[in-house]
T-cell receptor, first 114, second 113 residues
Framework: LAKTTQPISMDSYEGQEVNITCSHN???????ITWYQQFPSQGPRFIIQ???TKVTNEVASLFIPADRKSSTLSLPRVSLSDTAVYYC???????????????FGTGTQLKVEL | DTEVTQTPKHLVMGMTNKKSLKCEQH?????MYWYKQKAKKPPELMFV???????INESVPSRFSPECPNSSLLNLHLHALQPEDSALYLC????????????FGQGTRLTVV
């Protein structure tokens, strides 16, 4: 099972772009890379998922190099409300029956200031 | 409807009590999950159900007993818990397979006294 390594914390200012990198050296063929955001006392919220290259949606971009051993979540122009914990997951999509084994790493506490 | 609803929101129980946590979703998702989260720690996967069958049990103690009565409901039965089992219990659902977008409920804050 691939494990993930992320910075424990990051600080930024409103309006800046934030890039959070995750290392997952033992990623397997069946694994997708997924990022979640969590606010205190709430359930995690899905941000973005990717398998390789670049994925972009309305809130973030995900960059995955060819070897897939790392990934970078990019948040454009952050605001105070983006202060949260961001988790990188390597989700096993090969579970018998179709569920995913979504195992959370330690996460990155992002703090955005004025 | 993209909600996962968990009840109750808060629960205080004694070590000899039996209680149940409930989770409901109406998104047609066939994969459902239980997680446990301690303060300032990441969620820990406990169980995965797929098509109402238990597919993953992460070596969870038997005092936690999951049940999936139908495709929309997931229960977690609790019996003889310990104070260290106090945590936020999160339920999630997803389409599964190559789609790893899971929808989480707000959780049940459990306190064992």
């Amino acid at each position: 099972l691939a494990k993930t390594t992320q910075p424990i914390s990051m600080d930024s200012y409103e309006g800046q772009e934030v890039n959070i990198t995750c290392s997952h050296n033992n990623i397997a063929t069946n694994d997708y890379i997924t990022w979640y955001q969590q606010f205190p006392s709430q359930g995690p919220r899905f941000i973005i998922q990717g398998y390789k290259t670049k994925v972009t949606n309305e809130v973030a971009s995900l960059f995955i190099p060819a070897d897939r051993k790392s990934s970078t979540l990019s948040l454009p122009r952050v605001s105070l409300s983006d202060t949260a914990v961001y988790y990188c997951l390597v989700g096993d999509t090969g579970v018998t029956g179709g569920g995913n084994k979504l195992t959370f790493g330690t996460g990155t506490q992002l703090k955005v200031e004025l | 409807d993209t909600e996962v609803t968990q009840t109750p929101k808060h629960l205080v129980m004694g070590m000899t009590n039996k209680k149940s946590l409930k989770c409901e979703q109406h998104m047609g998702h066939r994969a459902m999950y239980w997680y446990k989260q301690k303060a300032k720690k990441p969620p820990e996967l406990m169980f995965v159900y797929s098509y109402e069958k238990l597919s993953i049990n992460e070596s969870v103690p038997s005092r936690f007993s999951p049940e999936c009565p139908n495709s929309s409901l997931l229960n977690l039965h609790l019996h003889a818990l310990q104070p260290e089992d106090s945590a936020l219990y999160l339920c999630a659902s997803s389409r599964g397979r190559s789609n790893t977008e899971a929808f989480f409920g707000q959780g049940t804050r459990l306190t064992v006294v």
